[in-house]
């Protein structure tokens, strides 16, 4: 039972120190990690930058846009002029 436990602890032990190396490419430090994550932020602030103009063009382009407001009928063909009266 001893040697279960201590072979698991050392198991474990051994294991979690390969879980902070996730996510890094072979050849990467802390210092390129940081320049990475820097670099994503700088694209993704761009991005928000880029969806704000694309936003304001697009209510600009809709206050340009006048769509005529006339009543219409659709089903104006299909009626008669006059609607019977109901014969109850």
């Known amino acids: 039972m001893r040697t279960f436990v201590?072979?698991?602890f050392t198991l474990?032990?051994?294991?979690s120190v390969a879980f902070p190396q996730q996510g890094r490419e072979p050849g990467?430090?802390?210092?390129?990690?940081?320049?990475?994550?820097?670099?994503?932020?700088?694209?993704?602030?761009?991005e928000r930058e880029k969806q704000k103009e694309l936003d304001a063009q697009y209510k600009a382009a809709l206050g340009r846009a006048k769509?005529?407001?006339?009543?219409?009928?659709?089903w104006a063909d299909v009626r008669s002029v006059k609607t019977p009266a109901s014969g109850r």
């Open 12 to 15: 474990l032990l051994l294991t």
């Open 67 to 74: 769509v005529p407001v006339a009543p219409s009928d659709p």
């Open 28 to 46: 990467e430090n802390a210092n390129t990690w940081v320049d990475k994550q820097d670099a994503g932020a700088a694209r993704a602030a761009l």
């Open 6 to 8: 201590v072979s698991t």
